[in-house]
T-cell receptor, first 111, second 118 residues
Framework: GENVEQHPSTLSVQEGDSAVIKCTYS??????FPWYKQELGKRPQLIID?????GEKKDQRIAVTLNKTAKHFSLHITETQPEDSAVYFC??????????FGGGTRLMVKP | GAVVSQHPSRVICKSGTSVKIECRSL??????MFWYRQFPKKSLMLMAT?????????EQGVEKDKFLINHASLTLSTLTVTSAHPEDSSFYIC??????????????FGQGTRLTVV
């Protein structure tokens, strides 16, 4: 089955700096890669996703890049703000099948 | 995005009793829903895949007789934790995918249920 590794497990940045979270996956058949943000005690919220026919996708301060050859994808958050502090999860799946999640990254943005 | 509603958000029950958690897709039909369990500061672990009109598919190590899943309609899946014990205390969360509909391939999550067994 699919295995998703996520790094780092914790990340502390200064407000205004950029944050990068990286994930690798094992199943070359995976073609859908979403990123979720989860605040304490809340549900994961989809923040951005990318499909395998695209190498990069951007939405305001958030961008995701995908390298299918190397089987890794990354989340980039620019101009970080304190409200970006949360746990971020990457995931991988084949189309609409079940998602396999990475271990999560606790992002702390210091004012 | 699509809306998934989960109830209850919190439940405290006595050891040995059963608890039912509901997961509803409010504005789309979900032939498949997924149930996850999340321990504090940990990732989401898939417990089972709930299929409308058929038996659920359980992940290895998940007791099907303890975690009963019913998916009787295209908008409702239920997870019943039977004979709950303190070690079943956890955050349970469901998700559903809109199968390439308005929400694309995104999976949307319910609010989660914090189960405490005393």
């Amino acid at each position: 089955g699919e295995n998703v590794e996520q790094h780092p497990s914790t990340l502390s940045v200064q407000e205004g700096d950029s944050a990068v979270i990286k994930c690798t996956y094992s199943d070359s058949a995976s073609n859908y890669f979403p990123w979720y943000k989860q605040e304490l005690g809340k549900r994961p919220q989809l923040i951005i996703d990318i499909r395998s026919n695209v190498g990069e996708k951007k939405d305001q301060r958030i961008a995701v890049t995908l390298n299918k050859t190397a089987k890794h994808f990354s989340l980039h958050i620019t101009e970080t703000q304190p409200e970006d502090s949360a746990v971020y999860f990457c995931a991988a799946s084949i189309e609409s099948n079940m998602l396999t999640f990475g271990g999560g990254t606790r992002l702390m943005v210091k004012p | 995005g699509a809306v998934v509603s989960q109830h209850p958000s919190r439940v405290i029950c006595k050891s040995g009793t059963s608890v039912k958690i509901e997961c509803r897709s409010l504005d789309f039909q979900a032939t498949t829903m997924f149930w996850y369990r999340q321990f504090p500061k940990k990732s989401l672990m898939l417990m089972a895949t709930s299929n409308e009109g058929s038996k659920a598919t359980y992940e290895q190590g998940v007791e099907k007789d303890k975690f009963l899943i019913n998916h009787a309609s295209l908008t409702l899946s239920t997870l019943t934790v039977t004979s709950a014990h303190p070690e079943d205390s956890s955050f349970y969360i469901c998700s559903a995918r809109d199968w390439g509909g308005r929400a694309g391939f995104g999976a949307f999550f319910g609010q989660g249920t914090r189960l405490t067994v005393v």
